[in-house]
C-alpha cells in the first residue's frame, strides 16, 4: 500500500471521528446534558442561521413558574376560604341569636302567665282566709245568741253562707266537745228552707266560694 493510500483513509477516518464527535456533542446539547451550540455558533452563522440558546429559549418560553404569583393566588384562596368561615359563622350566629331571643321570649311569657297563676292563687287563697275569718266570726256570734235570733239572721242569708256557717258551727263543737246548734237552728227554720239546705250540704261538697 502506498503512502498515498494510507494517508487518504487515514484522512477519511479522522474526517469520520470529527463529524461523529461534532454530531454527538450537537445531540447531547439537545439532550441538556452539555452546552456547546455557543461554541458552534459561527458554523450557524455560516450557514445563516441562529443559535437557539437555553437563554433564547426560556425568555420565549419561560419553563420555571412564577413562585411569587403561585404564592400570592394561594394566599388569596386562603383568604376567600377563611372569608366563607367567617360568613358561615357570622350566619350561624345571627341564627343562634334569633334562636334565643325566641326561647327568651316563650320563658318571658311563661313567667309572666306564672306570676299570674300566682297572683290569682294568692288572691284566692286571702279571699277564702277572709272568708274563713268572717264565717267564724258569724259562728261565734250565732252561738252566743238566742236560738231564734240566730235562725232570723240565717234565713236572711244565701244558701251557701249559711252552709258555711253550719259547718263549721259543727267544726267548732267538735274542737271544743260541745254540742253543736246547726241541727236545732235548722229545726227552727222554714221547712222547705231547710230542706233545699240540708239538700245543698249532702250534694255539694265544701266551697270556696
Known sequence: MSFKQSFGKIFVLILIIIILVIGGLLWFDYLGIVRVKNVFSPVYKLMGKDVQTSQTA???????????????????????IRIEELDKRETELEESETKNAQIAAELAEREKNQEEREKTFNL?????????????QIA????????EAAVA??????????????RKV?????????????????SLMPSDRAAEIQRKMLSKPESLE
Open 58 to 80: 426560556t425568555q420565549s418560553k419561560p419553563l420555571v413558574a412564577n413562585l411569587d404569583e403561585d404564592r400570592l393566588n394561594k394566599q388569596k384562596q386562603a383568604i376567600d
Open 124 to 136: 284566692t287563697v286571702k279571699k277564702y282566709d277572709d272568708k274563713e275569718v268572717n264565717i267564724e
Open 140 to 147: 261565734n256570734n250565732l252561738n252566743g245568741m238566742r236560738p
Open 153 to 166: 239572721i240565717l234565713v236572711a242569708m244565701d244558701d251557701q253562707v249559711v252552709i258555711d256557717v253550719l
Open 170 to 186: 259543727e267544726e267548732m263543737a267538735k274542737e271544743n266537745g260541745s254540742s253543736s246548734m246547726g241541727s236545732y237552728w235548722l
